[in-house]
Nanobody, 124 residues
């Protein structure tokens, strides 16, 4: 069983930055595709970004392209989401997820393990 734990959320003003971190237990972390999703109140969960196990392949939602960057440190079993130029519409509970298959995906059903989420609130 893989445990996924997010951290780094908080309250930030519009235009500001935050960096989310996600650690996953297990010696096979480097073989997982990792993804970030978010869910705003009253809305469905949506894809944000994903990264392959090697880090060479990434995918982003159109709404965050150019503002968010996903990266990973396999030695530290950690994936990061650097969020810049934050907007109030980025306010959501952000989830980290791990997928056993080495292929980036935007579909939440493709991911096998999920964290509990970390709240990001962007004030206007």
């Amino acid at each position: 069983q893989v445990q996924v734990v997010e951290s780094g959320g908080g309250l930030v003003q519009a235009g500001g930055s935050l960096r989310l971190s996600c650690t996953a237990s297990g010696r096979t972390f480097s073989t997982y595709t990792m993804g970030w999703f978010r869910q705003a109140p009253g809305k469905e969960r949506e894809f944000v970004a994903a990264i392959s196990w090697s880090g060479r392949s990434t995918k982003y939602a159109d709404s965050v392209k150019g503002r968010f960057t996903i990266s990973r440190d396999n030695a530290a079993n950690t994936v990061y989401l650097q969020m810049n130029s934050l907007k109030p519409e980025d306010t959501a509970l952000y989830y980290c997820a791990a997928r056993r298959t080495d292929r980036v995906s935007e579909q939440d059903w493709d991911y096998n393990y999920w964290g509990q989420g970390t709240q990001v609130t962007v004030s206007s």
